[in-house]
């Protein structure tokens, strides 16, 4: 049973990968822009020397030809080299990696508590001045843009009250305000998602009987409501976490650290199809386990969705 | 009660982590004598052999040496790796007599064939070079004549080549380091410069450390010994982070500052702007001459009479950028301030040169017309250097005039791709470089940023024969000649010279620039100890 469902999701993940992939391929095929002329035009080149540049790095050949090189070099994860750094893609992923996790860990785990924080009194004393309260920072969570909260932090815990570096990363010191800036961006939709769930199941007959069954209220909120309200949470939290890896690039370009989010900008921009792709794939990866895990975990939170499974 | 309880808890939690992450991030603490330079771009790859990044030269110059250098203030090559050097008659044949007893950071021997080698890595089509490899031009091949002498072979004369050994992304890298390396150069690189690459963190850091054994420096450096204790470069690729990492010590010196933050800093007891004027190809926007109406002469005269250059200056720049009168930067050799008397901002001669035309408000809807044609014009700008602040600005000036300015901002490939395609009347651009072959780039018929789509033969005779002439006065009197007929022609409307704008921290000393405008001579950098 368990193994049709994970042979159903690798199916899935595959063709996921396969998606992104060829989105990847065909977004940057269809911006207008020569990367052989971007990389070489400054430095004098002539148009001669620009095609036969062109010609060296495959541009020359038929669309098709070029997908499906493409597609090849993707099932051999041959991830190639970059045209605009000149090294291999795998190699600079690597390197780019701890930063880009490390962030995205502390800036879910910031957002996860500051959701519970703002959406459970929300839902538990819904209609009063705290609902409208923690609804209220909720929303500024969520429409603040990070570039903005991140100078604020900037000036704020690091020029006035000099606590946390505002620049660079290797301390966890470094790490507190990009995770606390990206994190009060993500908890917004994470608190909505916790209050809506938790106003519901809180009306749910069960939740009526075991109040009546004479459970006390802490037993009745942790076993009862949030084991069936927080699926959904985990869901979100889920999908930004898979976001973060690779579009965190405002909060990383704010408090200059290394990351995959700046990694991709750059290449999108300079037309370098390789690390595009290199990155695309980890994105795509990372959103596929990330959610296969949230699924997982909501299986356990839940025993009708496992029952589902089967 | 009890779920207050526990928000308190969690509440309490939460505080706690935070304070212990406090406590933490208070152990980093600045070794002395240490230097922290701002770089501005996410950093694309650092090998000056292959990238073209104009970044990379800024801690890579003072790892590399090179063959010569230019000194600024007499715009003459200096000695540097080679001692001496002669050219051949006919500008073909560059002798070089080596240094001796220079050796790499690596303890492999600096001599011909290491010249060699780094010329036959950069002309290699498997290097796939962005930039060194065109700076060699007509590059043919290099001689080894003995230990300590090589021979530069070019199939054409080709007088940018000495400008061209000068920077950065010629210099001499270790044959050693680079076959140990392979792929991996890039974090590995060695070179017998001033200071030793110790560590790179693609995105994050790079720190330079001093070499102990240099006693080889050029005449341009001050001192025989680093007077820092290391130097460590970090990316703010973020302008509006720029000069808040200045002020909370993140970084000692800043690059790109912000005009706007500039002046903000320059009102500041600890720090100063310091302005670097960039030699090469001002910032100016190039006017489409076959694409009507920009086609007649006397419309570009228009929009260039029509234009408040000083007003530009003023908002955009805070008036820390020289205004752009010509096709070149005042400060590169060859720059002919005759250009400066060329089209004063004046509004009558642009309107009687419009009106001669025949452009008319016939439906007195404020914006000229001919023919049923609206004089509406487009300009395709790239969104770095201030270009769309700039267009706004002429916007409102030509507006005065009847003319509509519509932009749009792409991307530097679509730029590069509308221009070829000619489907534009204006696009903004400036560009780097010591040497006015630069202009070649830009005004020659077969140029690959030729956006004024200009093709005067006798123009094109004056790029060519200047960039074969070895005799300076001769080559200077030919660019003369170019920059008139540039702004005879109306071909561009010249808005500002290039500053790389520096904050600085005042505890730094002696930060000086190279000819490049862009690469500090870091062995002369000194930091006083924190004052705090």
């Known amino acids: 049973m368990a193994a049709t469902y994970l042979f159903r999701r690798a199916v899935g993940a595959v063709f996921v990968l396969w998606l992104a992939a060829t989105l990847a391929f065909l977004a940057l095929k269809l911006t207008p822009g020569d990367p052989a002329r971007a990389l070489l035009a400054a430095s004098g080149a002539t148009s001669d020397e620009i095609a036969v540049r062109r010609a060296q790095l495959g541009l020359d050949d038929p669309l098709p030809v070029q997908y499906g090189r493409y597609l090849v070099e993707l099932v051999r994860v041959d991830l190639g080299e970059s045209w605009l750094h000149g090294r291999p893609v795998g190699q600079m992923i690597v390197e780019q990696l701890p930063s880009t996790v490390a962030l995205a860990i502390a800036a879910t785990a910031v957002a996860v508590v500051l959701g519970l924080l703002l959406g459970l009194p929300a839902a538990l004393r819904q209609g009063t001045w705290v609902d409208t309260l923690t609804t209220s920072i909720s929303v500024v969570c969520l429409s603040t843009p990070t570039y903005w909260s991140g100078l604020l932090a900037i000036l704020v815990f690091s020029l006035y009250l000099p606590l946390f570096p505002s620049a660079g990363q290797g301390s966890p010191g470094h790490l507190v305000l990009p995770a606390g800036v990206l994190g009060f961006a993500m908890s917004g939709a994470i608190a909505r998602v916790v209050r809506a769930q938790v106003v519901e199941v809180l009306r749910a007959n069960y939740v009526v009987a075991a109040r009546a069954k004479g459970l006390t209220p802490r037993r009745v909120l942790f076993v009862h409501v949030l084991r069936n309200a927080l699926g959904p949470a985990l869901a979100v939290t889920a999908l930004q976490f898979g976001f973060m890896l690779s579009g965190a690039v405002v909060t990383e370009s704010v408090f200059a650290r290394s990351g995959l989010g700046k990694l991709v900008v750059q290449a999108i921009v300079w037309r370098d199809l390789p690390v595009v792709r290199g990155v695309m794939l980890v994105a795509a990866l990372a959103f596929v386990l990330t959610s296969l895990a949230a699924d997982l975990a909501r299986g356990w939170l839940d025993p009708r969705l496992r029952e589902g499974l089967q | ?532």
């Open chain 2, 1 to 532: 009660m009890n779920t207050k309880n526990r928000t308190r808890y969690v509440a309490g939690l939460a505080l706690t982590a935070a304070l212990l992450v406090v406590s933490l991030a208070g152990c980093a603490s600045r070794p002395s004598g240490q230097i922290r330079y701002g770089l501005t771009l996410a950093p694309s790859g650092i090998d000056p052999h292959v990238n073209a990044s104009s970044e990379l030269g800024i801690p890579l110059t003072s790892v590399y040496d090179t063959l010569v250098y230019l000194d600024p203030e007499t715009s003459e090559f200096v000695p540097g790796l080679a001692e001496s050097w002669s050219i051949s008659y006919d500008g073909m044949e560059y002798a070089f007599s080596l240094r001796e007893g220079v050796t790499f950071h690596d303890g492999t021997p600096f001599n011909a064939q290491a010249v060699k080698f780094n010329f036959d890595r950069i002309t290699s089509p498997d290097l796939k070079s962005q930039k060194a490899l065109f700076m060699l031009g007509p590059y043919d091949r290099t001689m080894v004549v003995d230990e300590n002498t090589v021979l530069i072979l070019l199939k054409q004369p080709y007088a940018p080549l000495l400008d061209s050994l000068s920077q950065v992304y010629l210099g001499m890298a270790s044959p050693t380091a680079v076959q140990k390396w392979g792929a991996d150069y890039q974090l590995h690189q060695v070179g017998t410069g001033p200071f030793v690459m110790e560590e790179y963190v693609p995105g994050d850091h790079l720190l330079l450390k001093p070499n102990p054994d240099y006693r080889w420096g050029p005449p341009v450096y001050k001192n025989r010994r680093a007077q820092a204790a290391e130097i460590e470069f970090r990316f703010f690729t973020d302008a509006a982070t720029r000069s808040p990492a200045l002020e909370s010590g993140e970084a000692d010196i800043m690059g790109e500052i912000p005009p706007q933050d500039a002046k903000r800093l320059e009102s500041s007891s600890d720090f100063k702007i310091q302005v670097v004027p960039i030699p090469g190809v001002s910032l100016m926007f190039f006017l489409n001459t076959t694409r009507p109406p920009l086609d007649d002469v006397r419309v570009r005269q228009a929009l260039l009479y029509g234009t408040d250059r000083k007003a530009v200056i003023s908002t955009v720049f805070q008036d820390l950028s020289p205004l752009a009168y010509g096709p070149l930067a005042a400060n590169t050799l060859g720059y002919d301030p005759a250009v400066q008397a060329f089209y004063p901002y004046d509004g009558e001669e642009a309107a009687a040169l419009l009106a001669e035309v025949g452009w008319d408000d016939s439906d007195g809807d404020g914006i000229l017309d001919k023919a049923g044609q609206k004089l509406a014009l487009e300009a395709v700008l790239m969104g770095w250097g201030s270009m769309p602040e700039v267009a706004q600005l002429l916007e409102s000036q030509w507006q005065a005039l009847g003319i509509q300015l519509n932009s749009r901002v792409v991307s530097y490939p679509e730029a590069l791709q509308i221009a070829q395609e000619g489907s534009y009347h204006l696009i903004p651009f400036n560009l780097s470089g010591s040497d006015p072959d630069i202009l070649r780039k830009f005004f020659h018929s077969q140029a690959s940023f030729n956006w004024s789509k200009i093709n005067d033969a006798e123009m094109d005779g004056w790029l060519d024969e200047a960039s074969r002439l070895t005799d300076r006065a001769q080559r200077v009197a030919l660019y003369r000649q170019v920059q008139l007929r540039v702004m005879d022609e109306a071909l561009v409307v010249p808005v500002r010279d290039y500053v790389n704008l520096n904050g600085v921290s005042n505890r730094v000393r002696d930060l000086r620039y190279d000819g490049q405008g862009w690469f500090p001579w870091l062995i002369d950098v000194g930091i006083a100890s924190s004052g705090k």
